[in-house]
């Protein structure tokens, strides 16, 4: 009997996918092995909150872009700055 349960626990920590059925999926049909999946309406504050997250993702990317343009701009300057003041020090 332990033997049985030990393989069980087992079996269940290395796949425990097999063990146990999708919660969000339902049978179709008695011979049908395949499922579909049982989307609930979101609730009213969902409806509102979703696009101002995705409006607020959007602009935030923009904004990293922005940065990114910018940061290049700033590195070559830096680069031209420190080449043109080597050549400074080595005409003097």
């Given at each position: 009997m332990e033997a049985?349960s030990?393989?069980?626990?087992s079996?269940?920590?290395?796949?425990?996918r097999?063990?146990?059925?999708?919660s969000?999926a339902k049978?179709?049909?008695r011979?049908?092995k395949?499922?579909?999946?049982?989307d609930?309406?979101?609730?009213?504050?969902?409806?509102v909150?979703?696009?101002?997250?995705?409006q607020t993702i959007?602009?935030?990317?923009?904004e990293?872009?922005?940065?990114?343009?910018?940061e290049?701009?700033?590195?070559?300057s830096?680069?031209l700055?420190l080449?043109?003041?080597?050549i400074c020090l080595c005409v003097?």
């Amino acid at each position: 009997m332990e033997a049985s349960s030990s393989l069980s626990a087992s079996l269940r920590r290395r796949a425990p996918r097999m063990c146990y059925r999708p919660s969000l999926a339902k049978p179709v049909g008695r011979k049908c092995k395949s499922f579909q999946w049982v989307d609930e309406e979101i609730c009213p504050r969902g409806k509102v909150l979703i696009p101002e997250q995705r409006q607020t993702i959007l602009r935030l990317e923009a904004e990293v872009s922005t940065c990114k343009k910018r940061e290049k701009c700033l590195i070559v300057s830096l680069i031209l700055a420190l080449v043109m003041c080597g050549i400074c020090l080595c005409v003097i």
